[in-house]
T-cell receptor, first 116, second 116 residues
Framework: DGGITQSPKYLFRKEGQNVTLSCEQN?????MYWYRQDPGQGLRLIYY???????QKGDIAEGYSVSREKKESFPLTVTSAQKNPTAFYLC???????????????FGQGTRLTVV | AQSVTQLDSQVPVFEEAPVELRCNYS??????LFWYVQYPNQGLQLLLK??????LVKGINGFEAEFNKSQTSFHLRKPSVHISDTAEYFC??????????????FGTGTRLQVTL
């Protein structure tokens, strides 16, 4: 079955450590996105990529980094510079490239990151 | 830039009662509008979308929404809710014709709590 796979589902990190969240899709979608979800704040865009080897900052990119070396993969690294990393992270993809998210966006099941 | 306002953070309702979840948006350009549903610790699933044409849009699980351009609203309705509709509902907007890669902007979400 096609879809988006995020791993791990739960992740614990010590303060000062970098951690990488995995996102893989087998939908042959061009665009991929990372959102952060906090209670009462909805979803906020961290980074997005419309094509391999290219990505853009979203609204809250500080303290995060991404790469897009393959069409299927869009890993997110939460660096030690992110002051409040505890959150639920969602990866999404869409078949639209520069046309945007005018079709259905497919979401992964999310990764819950907790800093301990 | 676009913004989305979901006026109610929580909506309690009895089973088999009707429900309306409110969504207003702000944009200086034409937009596409979406409603997504999120069950606990899950990703988001598309309920329905408005791209153009008829202002009344029907989605999955018996939900529908009406686009009102003059009031910049896109309220979600269901005539009779079920316990299984308990979830978080997000309104989102995209602006696909701005000449740059577009993306979804989400509201802060409405928690629908259905009780017996």
């Amino acid at each position: 079955d096609g879809g988006i796979t995020q791993s791990p589902k739960y992740l614990f990190r010590k303060e000062g450590q970098n951690v990488t969240l995995s996102c893989e899709q087998n939908l042959n979608h061009d665009a991929m996105y990372w959102y952060r979800q906090d209670p009462g704040q909805g979803l906020r865009l961290i980074y997005y990529s419309q094509i391999v080897n290219d990505f853009q900052k979203g609204d809250i990119a500080e303290g995060y980094s991404v790469s897009r070396e393959k069409k299927e993969s869009f890993p997110l690294t939460v660096t030690s510079a992110q002051k409040n990393p505890t959150a639920f992270y969602l990866c999404a993809s869409t078949p639209a490239g520069k046309g945007g998210m005018n079709t259905e966006a497919f979401f992964g099941q999310g990764t819950r990151l907790t800093v301990v | 830039a676009q913004s989305v306002t979901q006026l109610d953070s929580q909506v309690p309702v009895f089973e088999e009662a009707p429900v309306e979840l409110r969504c207003n948006y702000s944009s200086s350009v034409s937009v596409y509008l979406f409603w997504y549903v999120q069950y606990p610790n899950q990703g988001l699933q598309l309920l329905l979308k408005y791209l153009s044409g008829s202002t009344l849009v029907k989605g999955i699980n018996g939900f529908e929404a009406e686009f009102n351009k003059s009031q910049t609203s896109f309220h979600l309705r269901k005539p009779s809710v079920h316990i299984s509709d308990t979830a978080e509902y997000f309104c989102a907007v995209s602006a696909p014709n701005t000449g740059t890669a577009s993306k979804l902007t989400f509201g802060t979400g409405t928690r629908l709590q259905v009780t017996l």
